[in-house]
């Protein structure tokens, strides 16, 4: 009966060593290329990582700190640099979004790329400016930090990224959306299209419904998130 229990424990043990083992390792690796990626960046390089539906842009400082201007509420309702410090939550992002205030701060290489893959001074294939010297555009990312007024088409991380690296307020994503959503909305056939459901849903319902109350709330609103 005892060999058995002891063979039955050399079994189990031996699996949980190796994976143990295996873990360990993969630390290790992540750190040699942690390591690595920061001997190959340099201060005043720009850095982007995709997200979901954006992507986002940082000026490396070196010492593995990142600068990026991200939305962010907290500002407004306190001062205190250990909340306002600690990493942006989802919430308030999106509310920083709505509020359109944001701040420039700086970060851990790794929570600014999040577990993306940073990409390296792509604008400098597609700007038609030349680049600033890195520790000019490191001091630039440095000088702005702090609590700034932030829109989503006008003044927003890579408007922020690319003053500082070229001396040029712009956002090739911006430009993007703009264009696309004038394909799609600024056209005649959905111009009449929108003009008639409008027409037969108000006049079906009555002009004091709940929809015309939605449509003249909805104007204003777009109008101040384009602001």
Not at 55 to 71: N, S
Not at 161 to 171: F, K, N
Request: aromatic share 12%; hydrophobic share 45%; charged share 25%.
């Amino acid at each position: 009966m005892f060999p058995l229990q002891l063979l039955a424990l050399l079994f189990i043990s031996t699996p949980r060593l190796e994976k143990k083992e295996v873990e360990e390792e993969e630390v290790k690796v992540r750190k040699e290329e942690k390591k690595n990626e920061e001997v190959t960046l340099r201060r005043g390089d720009l850095l982007e990582v995709p997200r979901t539906m954006f992507t986002h842009f940082g000026i490396y400082l070196g010492g593995g700190r990142v600068a990026h201007f991200i939305p962010d509420i907290l500002p407004i309702f306190s001062s205190d640099r250990s909340w306002i410090d600690q990493m942006v939550t989802n919430t308030r992002l999106i509310l920083g979004v709505l509020a359109k205030c944001g701040s420039i701060r700086v970060d851990s290489l790794e929570d600014f790329a999040f577990g993306a893959e940073i990409l390296i001074n792509t604008k400098d294939q597609v700007c038609s400016l030349p680049p600033l010297q890195g520790e000019e555009v490191a001091r630039r990312a440095e000088k702005l930090q702090g609590q700034v007024d932030y829109s989503l088409l006008w003044y927003n991380c890579e408007h922020y990224v690319m003053y500082c690296r070229y001396g040029t307020l712009m956002s090739f994503q911006c430009f993007q959306f703009c264009k696309t959503s004038r394909k799609l909305l600024l056209s005649r056939r959905v111009a009449k299209v929108t003009a008639m459901l409008q027409v037969c849903v108000l006049l079906y319902l009555g002009w004091l419904s709940s929809v015309y109350a939605l449509l003249t709330f909805m104007v204003p609103f777009l109008i101040w998130m384009a602001a």
